[in-house]
């Protein structure tokens, strides 16, 4: 019900239309460069800098699933679930580390 | 029927919060410039209006299904984040056990808005602040969820309404004061603003804002309002007590609380500087993750010894 | 009834105006926006009006043209002691020692009212480039990328300078009225991802003739930093102070310094980043911002020296936003003996039919042979 009202609101404002609405001509439609005009498509096999890190990003995006029951537990386990977690979170924080080293954060 | 009226208090808070973070961002840049405040208010309607009135601008091929359902998935995924956020212990628009999952959902899925709006236009600037605020936008993910699995601790539950009463004691911004300035960057980073605004920057000519006018651009800044208010009701509910207050009801305090990290979030926003992406990246990774282990690891010994 | 609500708000609201900045007109323009009457927009897809300030190049012309069409109607053009040139009419001159803000209003206020026709496109409605290719989404076709499909070819691939990935290498030209670099500077930049591969001037700066108070000028310097490194509110305060210490009044340059101090602006910027002479993009910064009450001429700039820096050179290698970061981090002058121009423009701006697809199919052709001489010193 929220998704479909807050969607609903969005598309209208979205979609309103202009009373100076024209058709869109050819020389209003080439992509703004401060007066250059490009010559190829801007999509490309774009070169994304920061791949590795987004493979350690799923590392800890897994680790969150595991986190999410564990939150939940954690003052009936006591110091078992602290350890665990512990351990846990030190292998990650390895991980930084190593990552760091291999210049996994840099804008390569 | 309690739903329906939550539902209802909701789109009031979500219309009003709109508006007041609209003045906000007039008021307080104009008051940082030392220039006069004082069309802040409805100078806001009349930028909307005239935005709304100019017509819509197109590229050369660019992906139009994605170009439009951008906003609507970014306005969406805030109201749908903003919906967990309990009125009262019985007013929730969205009753949930896994609140901070849902709103780690939306978290998530802001990244993908922002990521096609900036894809659709087909052009090279918007491209660019479509990749390189993904860079970001994943590891201030990161943290905000480390800091919500710290509010998550002493509740013993993943629920907005355990959260809160959990903090009847004391509220989650003493057991964990870092946290709440690792949320405020999440929330700085998911409503696109000063330092982490990677998207829509300056030096790219407005990023993914650049190729976009008329409706289409004020839908564009309607969402990102909405989810600044989202998320500062989000950190008012697990920080600061949420509808917890005495006299007035429940909702009042909420939003009075909503306001006050609204205008701290518009503050930063205007106050600090950004860093080029690279270090950003880095800064994220190897200062504030780190730290979001420490203070989560605190507020578990916290609650080994105390709790 | 909402129309009409909206249409009796709109006009309240600061007009929208892209500034396309010429010669001897950067600090006037920037001055102009003090009034809250208006408001400058980064992209000209957003603007209501374009001014034009100060004269332009005659190989400018073409790019205004279609910097104009590129605004969506209804649209004017106002010309602030800059001479129209040809193409435009129904012509609003203002002359350089006036004020043109009530110019600018009310050109608005005609073109919401009906009361002024939107200007026309100034260039031919046909596509940048004729469709060619076989099928139902033109992929068919002869060339290793088929036809090309949807009006542009496509980029093609290169080694990069950090990696040695061979992804595609998007070449452009940026310039001359893009707001965050320079007025006049037109550049073409070869991008993999945003990483700068090649840069080249295609033309320089225009001459500023910038000779108030070197306070003034210092003011507006740091300010532009400051708008790419996200403070817009420090930026507009800088700008008054520059206003109002070019009209003699006192300024308090301590309180500014500490206002910008306090942003962490310097800490913001990477060390190391354009280093020309020993001073980096964060050096020549606190500089500016240390001499910020000092009235006295710059030093004499290492870039002014028999050997200068080359821009292109600096900026190979890094990434968009430290590129931008560089090249404002420079006083004009030295901008300007930093940047000659080594390449015809001409070629990039033609993107029309034939000559593109020759265009293209000759690029392929080197980056085949490219490929084969990997490992032999990389793309640069």
């Known amino acids: 019900m929220i998704v479909l009202v807050a969607a609903t609101v969005a598309a209208l404002v ?67 679930a602290m350890m665990e977690m512990g351990m846990f979170l030190a292998i990650l924080s390895v991980g930084i580390l190593y990552g760091w080293r291999e210049g996994v954060f840099r804008w390569q | 029927m309690t739903q329906m009226l939550a539902i209802l208090i909701l789109l009031l808070f979500l219309t009003a919060g709109i508006a007041a973070a609209a003045m906000l961002d007039r008021a307080i840049p104009a008051l940082v410039a030392g220039r006069p405040m004082k069309s802040s208010l409805s100078a806001p309607f009349a930028v909307a209006a005239a935005m709304a009135i100019a017509p819509k601008s197109d590229t050369e091929h660019p992906d139009r299904v994605g170009w439009v359902l951008a906003p609507i998935l970014y306005f969406t995924l805030a109201a749908v984040g903003l919906s967990v956020v309990p009125l009262s212990p019985r007013l929730v628009a969205a009753p949930s056990e896994v609140g901070i999952v849902l709103w780690g959902a939306c978290e998530a899925l802001t990244v993908v808005a922002v990521f096609l709006h900036g894809w659709s236009a087909n052009a090279p600037l918007p491209l660019m602040g479509a990749y390189r605020y993904v860079a970001i936008g994943l590891p201030a993910m990161l943290l905000s969820m480390f800091v919500l699995i710290g509010a998550a601790l002493p509740a013993q539950s993943l629920g907005l309404v355990e959260i809160v009463e959990s903090q009847r004691d004391v509220w989650n911004v003493v057991r964990q004061p870092a946290g709440l300035v690792l949320f405020l960057m999440l929330g700085l980073s998911v409503s696109l603003r000063g330092p982490f605004d990677y998207a829509d920057p300056y030096d790219l000519a407005g990023g993914t804002q650049a190729e976009v006018s008329g409706a289409a651009r004020l839908s564009w800044r309607l969402a990102r309002l909405a989810m600044l208010v989202s998320v500062s009701a989000m950190t008012a509910t697990v920080f600061l007590g949420g509808y917890l207050g005495p006299v007035l009801p429940g909702f009042v305090w909420l939003a009075l609380k909503s306001a006050l990290v609204l205008v701290a979030l518009v503050a930063a926003g205007n106050w600090f500087a950004r860093m080029p992406p690279a270090r950003m990246m880095s800064f994220l990774w190897l200062a504030l993750l780190p730290l979001s282990f420490l203070m989560l690891a605190a507020v578990g010994v916290e609650l080994l010894l105390w709790g | 009834m909402a129309v009409r609500l909206l249409e009796k708000s709109a006009p309240s609201a600061p007009v929208s105006v892209f500034a396309a900045v010429g010669a001897g007109s950067r600090g006037r323009v920037e001055r102009l926006f003090y009034d809250p009457r208006l408001t400058r927009v980064l992209s000209v897809r957003q603007a209501n009006v374009l001014l034009v300030a100060g004269s332009l190049r005659d190989e400018d012309h073409d790019d205004l043209r279609r910097l104009h069409d590129q605004m969506p109607p209804p649209r004017a053009t106002v010309w602030w002691g800059s001479d129209p040139i040809f193409g435009f009419d129904d012509l609003t001159t203002i002359a350089v020692e006036d004020d043109p803000v009530a110019a600018i209003v009310a050109a608005h206020r005609a073109l919401i009212m009906v009361e002024r026709a ?35 070819p496509m980029a093609m691939t290169n080694d990069d300078l950090r990696d040695g990935l061979a992804l595609d290498a998007y070449t452009a030209p940026f310039g001359p009225f893009l707001p965050m670099l320079p007025p006049g500077l037109k550049l073409s930049l070869t991008l993999q991802g945003d990483v700068v591969q090649k840069a080249e001037v ?57 206002l910008v101090r306090w942003s962490g602006a310097l800490a913001a910027i990477p060390p190391g980043l354009g280093v020309v002479d020993g001073r980096d993009v ?11 009450g000092v009235q006295r001429p710059d030093p004499a700039d290492p870039a002014s020296s028999e050997q200068p820096a080359r821009l292109v050179d600096l900026l190979e290698g890094l990434e968009w936003t430290e590129a931008i970061l560089v090249i404002n981090s420079f006083d004009d002058k030295a901008l300007l003996a930093m940047a000659p121009v080594e390449k015809e423009d001409g070629n990039a701006e033609k993107g029309e039919g034939e000559h593109h697809h020759h265009d293209h199919s000759s690029r392929d052709h080197h980056s085949a042979g490219h490929a084969m001489n990997h490992g032999g010193g990389g793309s640069a």
């Open chain 1, 14 to 80: 979205r979609s309103a239309r202009s009373p100076f609405a024209a058709p869109i001509t050819e020389p209003q439609k080439v992509p703004f460069l401060g007066g250059g005009a490009p010559t190829t498509h801007a999509w490309q096999r774009y070169h994304v800098r920061y791949y590795p890190m987004t493979l350690l990003f799923i590392a800890f995006e897994m680790e969150m699933m595991f986190m999410y029951p564990w939150a939940v537990v954690f003052v009936e386990e006591g110091g078992k």
């Open chain 3, 282 to 292: 964060r050096s020549r910064m606190r500089r500016w911002l240390d001499e910020l």
């Open chain 3, 202 to 258: 295609l033309r320089p700066p225009l001459a500023q003739h910038d000779d108030g108070p070197t306070r003034a000028l210092r003011l507006r310097r740091v300010a532009r930093l400051l708008r790419i490194l996200g403070l817009d509110a420090h930026a507009d305060r800088l700008q008054d102070a520059s206003r109002a210490s070019e009209c003699g009044e006192e300024v308090d340059f301590a309180k500014l310094r500490r």
């Open chain 3, 118 to 152: 939107s200007e026309p496109d100034l260039l031919p409605n046909e596509p940048a480039n004729p469709w060619r290719g076989e099928g139902p989404h033109g992929q068919g076709g002869k060339g290793m990328m088929g036809g090309t499909p949807y009006g542009r």
